[in-house]
């Protein structure tokens, strides 16, 4: 009974935000909105958005099995925290998630932004007409309200993997970012077919800001999650999956510089513009590859064809729609006449590595697919490539983000740059020296890139200094600026820690027996059988002593679930400043006295998400400068 | 009892990424052993080097390596038999030629398309 009122709200999203599509095809500009109030239908799609997925959710929380979803991806026996968030554990139900998102930006839209009614009537025909797509996309290929005859009397698991806390929670952050982007598509795209002026970067801003931090809390607790899960310590994987979501973060990130700048000085207005709408488009194309399993293999997209050609015709007709008004409305590429070494400058080169990465790793995920169909050969495109691209960009990239901030607006000098910031200088060579004398038997690859994080550090704390030596007050946009720089140099050194630097011991442990790794000793105290809700875990028992005092007790598990069969590792992992202690457990051997134990020093690997959280910070700052602003 | 052991090893047998047995004794070595495992792709697998998988294929190929480094082979002599054995799919990093070349030059040249709208003298 509840599905059926879902299926109802969600029609009713689909019939309300009909009208916009058809007011946005076939009625002139210049009609009165006494009809057509896009704000009116955003509410309603909202609220009808919401009450669907409600009723979704109840459907999970009940374990209603007579929907074929649940019946795939639940279970009676699921603990109550996985039944709700198994909603988005599973294709359809992902994608409602990311219609609510989007009628919710709509809504948010609406009812707080600054823009006259005229405008934000423009603006939000067009969200309105994007929720048509993804609504009709539900409808017809995804419909999680479709049912299953006869009910099962119970059902499948929701795979374990996603059985997690930070697998759990970062979807909706995911989808927060990324989704996100669909408002400043939209706004951008208002804006072109009303000649840009740089009043509506003042209103585009905000919603910049802020789907950007929603998608780096996003990224961050997914490689998180990554890290303690897959039972390796690793990251990051340059998986399609994880790059599909990188792409649209990096030219979001490219669009926090410009919009600044386009908001300032009115410059690079049109770029900033494109950009825009390219990091929607970039958001569908993501969805597009993860969704229609194109990437992973060839041959998923040939199980459910009409998914993948429905995604790809949306993203051909969104994509289109947005590039033509754009080269419709601009007149030609208005080449920007900027000198290198200036603000702008650097903002500039920051845009061209940005979305060089960005365009690296678009070519490095898709080139797979062209060349099997091309030239029919099977290539493989993996970490090594990425490196060997992006490792020599680095060092450029990074010397342009400490020198960026210290540059002076339209043309500024080298020499006179240099001696402006000669005290830095003498801090970064000591800084050099210290972190070499410490480190100088690691490779050097780990030493460069150590010296280059701690580098942007202390350029972010030196501009803070200037401002506090000459007592003036500190402004929002350069804490937040700083923040983000500092968040960026302590992922470096984290990244460069936990890849390069890691230590490692594999071997078969006796009971009893201890290993030294670093500063501490790991005692092997045995396996204990534990019997969790719906699973049997092996939870090793390690004792952890440090310089002979002991720490704790670390329990790395290995879970056997009971319903689908699957094996899933649960690291243990002891994290101090200067790196984790991470334990897994494999397998028995020799009757059970010995087993498979993986034992790793990741040094520095807090400190990528404590770097991700002063991105978050920092980004916040923005956008809590860029609401002040306009008031 | 015999019959538990094998049975506890059957199902316990998902085992992650490289075993304590195959281990190289000799540090230098297993370092190259590890730089070849990072190169090369588990045939099997989404996209896993042979490091890090735990399929069988990616334990063969393992052992393969080491045993063709203590036989004295160097790291691309091993790199070229496992490429000549399984084809380009099995190399993480692709050749450059006729068909990679867009893959390798499309983004310097897109690097340098930006940099000249950007900083071209008008």
Redesign the interface.
């Known amino acids: 009974m509840i599905s059926e009122i879902g299926l109802i709200f969600l029609i009713l999203t689909f019939v309300i935000s009909s009208f916009s599509f058809f007011n946005l095809l076939f009625v002139s500009k210049k009609n009165n909105h006494t009809f057509f109030d896009e704000l009116k239908f955003s509410k309603l799609a909202f609220f009808f958005t919401i009450a669907s997925f409600i009723c979704l959710s109840y459907s999970f929380l009940v374990s209603d099995f007579s929907l074929n979803v649940i019946s795939k991806n639940s279970n009676s026996q699921l603990p109550l925290i996985y039944k709700l968030t198994g909603v988005w554990g599973n294709h359809e139900g992902s994608i409602l998630l990311w219609l609510l998102v989007m009628t919710f930006f709509g809504y948010l839209f609406s009812i707080n932004s600054s823009a006259s009614a005229d405008f934000k009537n423009n603006v939000l025909r067009i969200q309105n007409t994007l929720c048509f797509l993804i609504t009709s996309f539900i409808l017809f290929t995804s419909n999680p309200f479709e049912k299953t005859f006869p009910p099962p009397i119970e059902g499948a698991d929701l795979n374990p993997l996603l059985q997690d806390p930070g697998l759990a929670i970062h979807p909706p952050f995911l989808y927060l970012g990324y989704v996100g982007f669909s408002i400043i598509y939209s706004i951008s795209v208002a804006a072109l077919s009303e000649g840009v002026k740089n009043y509506f970067i003042a209103i585009l801003k905000p919603w910049v800001f802020i789907s950007w931090i929603f998608l780096t809390c996003g990224i961050g607790l997914g490689s998180w999650w990554a890290y303690y899960e897959l039972g390796w310590g690793g990251f990051w994987f340059w998986d399609p999956v994880e790059n599909a979501s990188l792409l649209p973060w990096l030219t979001a990130s490219a669009l926090l510089h410009t919009i600044v700048i386009a908001d300032k000085k009115n410059i690079l207005v049109n770029w900033t513009i494109l950009l825009s709408i390219v990091t929607f488009i970039l958001s569908l194309l993501g969805t597009f590859l993860v969704r229609s399993g194109v990437l992973v293999s060839v041959h998923a997209f040939a199980n459910d064809p009409t998914r993948g050609i429905y995604i790809l015709a949306l993203l051909a007709s969104i994509s289109f729609f947005g590039i033509f008004k754009y080269f419709n409305n601009t007149h030609r590429f208005n080449r920007p006449n900027i000198s290198l070494i200036s603000r702008e400058g650097m903002i500039s080169l920051n845009n061209i590595f940005m979305l060089s990465i960005t365009f690296t790793i678009l070519i490095g995920t898709i080139y797979p697919l062209f060349s099997s169909v091309l030239f029919n050969s099977k290539i493989s495109v993996g970490a090594p490539f990425f490196n060997s691209i992006l490792m020599p960009i680095m060092f450029p990239f990074v010397i342009g983000m400490i020198l960026g901030p210290y540059i002076k607006w339209g043309k500024d000098d080298l020499i006179l740059l240099l001696n402006r910031i000669k005290v830095l200088l003498i801090i970064f060579v000591l800084i050099s020296l210290v972190v070499w004398y410490l480190s100088y038997k690691d490779p050097v690859l780990s030493i460069i890139f150590i010296i280059l994080g701690c580098w942007i550090i202390l350029s972010s704390v030196y501009e803070i200094f200037q401002f506090v030596q000459l007592k003036k007050k500190i402004p929002k946009k350069i804490f937040a600026q700083v923040l983000a720089h500092i968040g960026i140099g302590l992922l470096i050194i984290g990244a460069t820690g936990s890849s390069i630097l890691k230590q490692e011991k594999i071997q078969f442990q006796e009971i009893g027996e201890s290993i030294k790794i670093k500063n501490f000793q790991i005692q092997f105290l045995g396996v204990t059988k534990i019997e969790g809700p719906n699973y049997i875990s092996q939870t090793g028992n390690f004792l952890i002593t440090e310089n002979s005092k002991k720490l704790k007790i670390l329990k790395p598990e290995k879970r056997f679930y009971n319903t689908g069969k699957q094996v899933t590792t649960e690291a243990a992992i002891h994290s101090t400043i200067f790196g984790d202690l991470y334990i897994a457990i494999g397998d028995a051997h020799e009757n059970k006295s010995q087993w498979t134990t993986r034992i790793w020093f990741n040094p520095f690997t807090i400190w990528i998400w404590i770097g991700v959280f002063f991105l978050a910070v920092g980004g916040s700052f923005s956008f809590i400068n860029s609401l002040s602003r306009k008031r | 009892m015999k019959f538990l052991?094998l049975f506890?090893?059957l199902?316990?047998?998902?085992?992650?990424?490289?075993?304590?047995?195959e281990?190289l004794d000799d540090y230098n070595l297993e370092k190259i052993a590890r730089e070849i495992g990072?190169?090369l792709?588990c045939l099997v697998c989404?996209?896993?080097?042979i490091q890090?998988s735990n399929a069988d294929i990616a334990k063969d190929l393992r052992k393969v390596v080491r045993k063709k480094l203590t036989e004295g082979e160097t790291k691309e002599q091993i790199i070229d038999f496992v490429h000549s054995k399984y084809?380009?799919?099995?190399?993480?990093?692709?050749p450059v030629r006729f068909?990679?070349l867009?893959?390798w030059l499309?983004?310097i040249l897109?690097?340098f398309f930006?940099?000249l709208?950007?900083?071209?003298?008008?």
């Open positions: 052991v506890s090893y199902i316990f047998s998902d085992l992650k990424a490289i075993e304590p047995d281990i990072k190169e792709r989404q996209n896993e080097d890090n084809g380009d799919f099995v190399l993480f990093k692709p068909d990679t867009g893959l499309l983004p897109f690097f930006l940099s709208f950007f900083f071209r003298k008008r």
